[in-house]
């Protein structure tokens, strides 16, 4: 099972940006759709936003919609999550994801169940 790293986390204000990154090996990477989960302490852990394998397709939780940006780079084997207009109730872990292989390379995975690989995560707290 593959090594997936996140970083970028932090504490920032209401209303302000922060950009969430993802390396891993590139067998982790490039022939799978990735995703970022976030989960808080007693609950359960919660689908971000996903990106086809090839990064030319995107879903998103629809609360979160308009705010997130899931942004794949192959070539680095990088993957971003941009989040702007933040919210305490976006305070949370963040983690990414690498799914199980699909044949078909517009699938986009969103249960927890659908993910090999997992990183660690990197802990966003928003608060004034």
């Known amino acids: 099972q593959e090594q997936m790293t996140e970083s970028g986390g932090g504490l920032v204000r209401p209303g302000d940006s922060l950009r969430l990154s993802c390396t891993a090996s590139r067998s982790a990477f490039s022939p799978y759709a990735l995703g970022w989960f976030r989960q808080v302490p007693g609950k359960e852990r919660e689908f971000v936003a996903g990106v086809n394998r090839d990064g030319d397709g995107t879903y998103y939780a629809d609360s979160l919609k308009g705010r997130f940006t899931i942004i794949r780079d192959n070539a680095a084997d990088t993957l971003f999550l941009q989040m702007s207009s933040l919210e305490p109730a976006d305070s949370a872990r963040y983690h990414c994801?690498?799914?199980?292989?699909?044949?078909?390379?517009?699938?986009?995975?969103?249960?927890?169940?659908?993910?090999?690989?997992w990183g660690q995560g990197t802990v966003v707290t928003v608060s004034a």
């Open positions: 994801a690498g799914a199980y292989w699909n044949r078909n390379s517009y699938f986009i995975p969103t249960r927890v169940a659908d993910f090999r690989s």
